[in-house]
C-alpha cells in the first residue's frame, strides 16, 4: 500500500493521488463507492459549522470521506462506522500511519451506534448495493429489498431522534428516506448533494 502521496499540502492533493494509498482491487471501487475530494470539501464545509463537532459518516468504506476530513478540519472529530471488518482495518492503518488523532473508525453494523453522540451526519447511500447488482462490493453484498427497507428505516428513526440543529449531508439518497423534520438548505451538483438542518418541530420548517 502506498502511503507517501498523503505528504502533500491537503488543498493539493487529488483524488487520484488520495487513492494511490489503496490496493488496485480498493482503487478500482473509488469511482462508484468512494466520496470524492470535491464533495468531501462540500460536506465538510456545512457540517463542520464550528469547533469539535463530531460528525458521523454512517457506512464509511474504506475511511476516505472521513480521513479528508479529519485532515480538512483539525478541531473536528470524524467517525466512520462499517460493517466490513476488513475496510475497518485499511482505515485504522492509514489513520495510524499518519498520526490523524481526530478520525476513528467503528467496526459495527450502523444501527448498534447512538447517533445522538453526534453532531452532524455523512450519508452516502451505503444501502445501495442491496438493491442494484452493479454496485456490488464483495460476497458480503446481499442482494435483499428486505434488508434495504430494514436499513432504510433504521437510518430513517435514527436521524429523526436527533437533537434540533443537528446538520445532515446526504449524497445520491432521495429525499423520501429524510424525515420531514429536517429541511433542506442547500443542494449542489445538480441536487446529489444535499444539506439538511434538524428542525424542532414541524412549525420551523415553515
Not at 14 to 43: C, E, G, N, Q
Not at 50 to 71: H, P, R, W
Not at 74 to 81: D, I, L, W
Request: charged share 30%.
Amino acid at each position: 500500500m502506498v502511503l507517501n502521496n498523503l505528504i502533500k499540502p491537503i488543498d493539493l492533493i487529488t483524488d487520484k493521488d488520495f487513492d494511490l494509498v489503496y490496493s488496485p482491487a480498493i482503487r478500482a471501487l473509488s469511482s462508484r463507492h468512494w466520496t470524492s475530494i470535491k464533495i468531501v470539501k462540500k460536506a465538510v464545509n456545512f457540517l463542520c459549522y464550528k469547533e469539535n463537532t463530531k460528525i458521523l459518516d454512517v457506512g464509511s468504506g474504506v475511511g476516505k470521506f472521513s480521513i479528508l476530513g479529519a485532515l480538512l478540519k483539525a478541531s473536528n472529530f470524524f467517525y466512520g462506522v462499517d460493517f466490513r471488518k476488513d475496510f475497518i482495518e485499511i482505515s485504522d492503518n492509514l489513520k495510524k500511519e499518519h498520526r490523524i488523532e481526530n478520525v476513528f473508525f467503528l467496526h459495527n453494523y450502523f444501527d448498534k451506534i447512538d447517533f445522538n453522540n453526534f453532531d452532524g451526519i455523512y450519508f452516502f447511500n451505503s444501502f445501495h448495493e442491496r438493491i442494484d447488482k452493479d454496485t456490488v462490493i464483495d460476497e458480503l453484498s446481499e442482494f435483499s429489498y428486505d434488508l434495504y427497507k430494514k436499513y432504510t428505516q433504521e437510518f430513517f428513526l435514527k436521524i429523526n431522534s436527533m437533537s434540533e440543529g443537528t446538520r445532515l449531508v446526504t449524497y445520491h439518497t432521495e429525499d423520501i428516506h429524510i424525515p420531514y423534520t429536517y429541511r433542506i438548505v442547500d443542494m449542489h451538483f445538480e441536487g446529489k448533494l444535499k444539506f439538511y438542518i434538524k428542525c424542532l418541530d414541524e412549525g420551523d420548517l415553515e
